[in-house]
């Protein structure tokens, strides 16, 4: 499809445990973002790729949560050792218009978790 | 200091009435730019409106439009003619030109629309 995706759609785990979530942007799109959304509140934001250069990791909670993008394109969010409190939905978003204010985000349907 | 803030939770609307939501900003940032998101229930946040802190005139994209009140750090959006499709979660965020790679978004407001 042409838009964003990402996968999976739900995720339920056990706290503790280690969780995986990917993101596939829209081709060509050189800019990735990741959110998190908490049940009722609005997107903080994690971490933010832009072609080669280094992440900013400013947004992210804590040293449990990292994230990769290979080859500029997919990305995959990880968070370690999973507690309660990360359950949330976790969107991605792809961007045009880098580098100006006027840099329209694509977002993703997002990945519902759920840490039991 | 919230740098986006919504003070309506909720709000309903009669189709084919006009409604504005409600969002003020907080920025030092000679320059920003101000968005509109629509997220309905299947969770997908949709772009619909930018403004630019520059911009002389309000920003409009078909039934939407922003009411940008530069003084008072205002940036509602007025959506006309509501249509059923309209309800959904409308969150207003903020990019500032000295924080680069932020995006900043307020906590949202839940639209109905009444048939």
């Known amino acids: 499809g042409a838009g964003v995706s990402q996968s999976p759609s739900n995720k339920v785990t056990e706290k503790g445990k280690d969780v995986e979530l990917r993101c596939d942007p829209i081709s060509g799109h050189t800019a990735l973002y990741w959110y998190r959304q908490s049940l009722g509140q609005g997107l903080e934001f994690l971490i933010y790729f832009q072609g080669n250069s280094a992440p900013d990791k400013s947004g992210l909670p804590s040293d449990r949560f990292s994230a990769e993008r290979t080859g500029g394109s997919v990305s995959t969010l990880t968070i370690q050792r999973t507690q309660q409190e990360d359950s949330a939905v976790y969107l991605c978003?792809?961007?045009?218009?880098?580098?100006?204010?006027?840099?329209?985000?694509?977002f993703g349907p997002g990945t519902r978790l759920l840490v039991l | 200091a919230q740098k986006i803030t919504q003070t309506q939770p909720g709000m309903f609307v009669q189709e084919k009435e006009a409604v504005t939501l409600d969002c003020t900003y907080d920025?030092?940032?000679?320059?920003?730019?101000l968005f509109w998101y629509k997220q309905p229930s299947s969770g997908e946040m949709i772009f619909l409106i930018y403004?630019?802190?520059?911009?002389?005139q309000n920003a409009t994209e078909g039934r939407y439009s922003l009411n940008f009140q530069k003084a008072r750090k205002s940036a509602n959006l007025v959506i006309s003619a509501s249509q059923l499709g309209d309800s959904a979660m409308y969150f207003c965020?903020?990019?500032?030109?000295?924080?680069?790679?932020?995006?900043?978004f307020g906590t949202g407001t839940s639209l109905t629309v009444i048939p």
């Open positions: 965020a903020m990019r500032e030109v000295n924080t680069g790679n932020q995006f900043y």
């Open positions: 403004q630019g802190s520059y911009d002389e």
């Open positions: 978003a792809s961007s045009t218009r880098v580098g100006t204010l006027r840099e329209t985000q694509y």
């Open positions: 920025t030092s940032d000679q320059s920003y730019g």
